[in-house]
């Protein structure tokens, strides 16, 4: 798959850094597109910044979707009108974002994104107002509005580049990104170096359209990314983390995992992960990827998916580790594997910032493998009540399919829940001296008379 994915075919009609001035004009009869297959309110929109004088098209992403016989999720709109004159023309819009200037057309929840014409940034412009990079290269704001044809050639990747108008019903495509759409080949447009350079997120939006569309990714736009995989440190994690959803919870996770390994672009998102893989690679690329697997399923099943348990999945191998350095320095097991999870979730959100509404889950999914082994008098049916029974145990399930020994506990939950009252007090009094361990490292037995007083202060 990954073979498939990394394509050397190139076109002949054009060098790597052919820029076109003119745009090869696809009329109607000569596509599949349809003004009506498009958002009625982008397709307004677009009428009525024409009639103002401005040109306006619908763009990017929209566009491939429906080349591809794909439902668009977005409809974004490019024009010649600055954000202020757009707000001018529609009462319901909103200016937004201050690295790149966007409008925001509000139709109740429906949302559809205008953006001003982009031109390329002057090399040695940096103390512009409306442009600005930093030492690497890297665009840290992007303001600089030009012509139709300086937004073509500044898009990144060549199928992103088309330009539908619903009144002339036209494609105007400056790329060659038709022709690259039908041969299924991610592009990058300019030189794929400084590309990377001026916003490195785009490695990862390479690898997200590969795995989504089932593209390959043309020589010289993947050939760069393995040397300059580490600037996505450089990224605000705020930005990554948008971008780490995108990623995973696009339907296609299992192989852009596997892309992003291969890449080397796993380490700078998720350091600790990255290191469990090579310390215990079976293991780990099996957790992580049967949990992305099942991440894949529910999403084409329609089914919700919470990034908590994701990123639990995905830290998860670093944790037994970091628990077992903790004991070695004379903390009990308990307390260091709360320790360690911890700092791992500390130092992952120096890299992506994952919001505290995810955070507390992730340690509360974590903390729910402690105390699935501890089943004796009424804490079975106690966590049975607990919000986070059921991400506890699928999470234990996880981890049973790649390989961890747990004595059949995933087993006993499975039938527990399923039994009658009468039943389950059975299974309880079965359980005998049995009732002990836990996720991470295993943990030092209790004397008789210690655990007798902890079964007799639960039942209480």
Same mark, same amino acid.
């Given at each position: ?6 394509? @050397?075919? %190139? ?23 349809? $003004?009506?297959?498009? @958002? ?19 763009? +990017?992403? &929209?566009?491939?979707?429906?080349? /591809? ?24 819009? %909103?200016?937004? +974002? ?10 109740? %929840? ?7 014409? $982009? ?8 103390? @512009? ?25 500044? %898009? ?33 447009? +300019?030189?794929?170096? =400084?590309?990377? =350079? ?9 690898? $997200? ?25 450089? *990224? ?51 957790? *992580? ?31 037994? /580790?970091?628990?077992?350095? /903790? =004991? ?20 992952? &959100? ?9 955070? *507390?889950?992730?340690?509360? *999914? ?31 399930? /996880? ?10 506990? +995933? ?7 399923? &039994? ?41």
């Amino acid at each position: 798959m990954l073979k498939k994915l990394f394509q @050397s075919f %190139r076109p002949p009609v054009r060098g790597p850094h052919h820029k076109r001035t003119t745009p090869e004009v696809i009329n109607s009869g000569q596509h599949s597109l349809q $003004r009506g297959q498009f @958002s009625r309110h982008a397709v307004g929109i677009v009428e009525r910044l024409q009639n103002a004088g401005y040109q306006a098209y619908l763009v +990017g992403g &929209c566009v491939r979707d429906q080349l /591809l016989g794909i439902t668009p999720k977005d409809f974004d709109v490019a024009t010649s009108a600055t954000p202020e004159q757009v707000r001018a023309e529609f009462r319901n819009a %909103r200016i937004i +974002g201050r690295r790149f200037k966007l409008v925001h057309i509000h139709f109740g %929840r429906d949302i559809i994104e205008v953006a001003t014409f $982009r031109a390329n940034h002057s090399e040695t412009e940096e103390d @512009s107002h409306t442009s600005s990079r930093n030492e690497s290269g890297r665009i840290l704001r992007d303001n600089v509005y030009g012509t139709l044809e300086e937004d073509a050639q500044r %898009r990144d990747f060549t199928i992103n580049a088309l330009y539908y108008d619903p009144v002339s019903e036209r494609i105007l495509d400056y790329a060659n990104g038709v022709h690259d759409i039908r041969n299924r080949l991610i592009r990058l447009i +300019g030189d794929p170096t =400084q590309r990377y =350079q001026e916003d490195p997120v785009r490695m990862l939006r390479a690898v $997200r359209f590969a795995a989504k569309l089932n593209f390959g990714i043309e020589k010289h736009t993947v050939q760069p990314i393995r040397e300059l995989a580490s600037m996505l440190r450089e *990224i605000p994690s705020a930005r990554l983390f948008e971008e780490t959803l995108k990623l995973f919870l696009s339907g296609h996770a299992a192989i852009t995992f596997e892309m992003l390994v291969d890449l080397q672009l796993f380490e700078p998102l998720f350091p600790a992960s990255s290191e469990a893989l090579e310390d215990n690679p079976t293991y780990t690329h099996t957790l *992580i990827s049967q949990a992305l697997i099942n991440t894949d399923l529910r999403i084409k099943q329609g089914k919700p998916v919470t990034p908590a348990f994701l990123f639990a999945a995905l830290l998860w191998p670093a944790l037994p /580790l970091r628990a077992l350095r /903790l =004991q070695s320095r004379g903390m009990p097991p308990i307390p260091a594997v709360q320790e360690a999870a911890h700092e791992l979730i500390a130092e992952q &959100c120096q890299r992506i910032a994952i919001p505290k509404r995810f955070t *507390i889950p992730i340690r509360e *999914i974590w903390d729910m493998q402690e105390r699935l082994p501890r089943r004796s008098g009424k804490r079975a049916d106690q966590l049975l009540d607990n919000p986070r029974f059921r991400a506890g145990y699928d999470f234990l399930l /996880l981890r049973e399919s790649a390989g961890e020994e747990t004595e059949g506990l +995933g087993q006993w939950w499975t039938d527990y829940q399923d &039994c009658n009252d009468s039943q389950r007090r059975d299974m309880i009094r079965e359980l005998g001296g049995r009732d002990e361990g836990g996720a991470g490292p295993r943990k030092r037995k209790r004397s008789p008379n210690k655990r007798k007083r902890a079964d007799n202060a639960a039942d209480e």
